[in-house]
Nanobody
Framework: QVRPVESGGDWVQAGGSLRVSCVVS????????MAWYRQNQEKQREFVAI???????AAAESVKGRFTVSKDNAKNTLYLHMNRLKPEDTGIYYC??????????????WGQGTQVTVSS
């Protein structure tokens, strides 16, 4: 298994926007639902948003209406579009394949993640 490669994280002021990306191996991307997770300073990892193989999507209540997940099948790339960012969105963002309906990550090996920092 090749680890995902996340990128695009940055420092941004509250209320701002950011897009992070995740490149995944074709063998994983083509057969799985894909999700974003984030890890806060307390090292707790939580589900953020998911996009299914068919293109349907869902998001955690904490980000619903602000974050949108999308993908480019030709590039094996997953995106997370983040708007109206809040300080509590600060964390390291990761992608992984996900199981429905629990949103449980499929693979134990994670990428390096990408750091998003939102200042108040």
């Amino acid at each position: 298994q090749v680890r995902p490669v996340e990128s695009g994280g940055d420092w941004v002021q509250a209320g701002g926007s950011l897009r992070v990306s995740c490149v995944v191996s074709e063998s994983i991307f083509s057969v799985n639902h894909m999700a974003w997770y984030r890890q806060n300073q307390e090292k707790q990892r939580e589900f953020v948003a998911i996009i299914t193989r068919a293109g349907g999507s869902a998001a955690a209540e904490s980000v619903k209406g602000r974050f949108t997940v999308s993908k480019d099948n030709a590039k094996n790339t997953l995106y997370l579009h983040m708007n109206r960012l809040k300080p509590e969105d600060t964390g390291i963002y990761y992608c992984n394949a996900a199981s429905l309906p629990t949103m449980t990550p499929v693979y134990a090996d994670w990428g390096q993640g990408t750091q998003v920092t939102v200042s108040s």
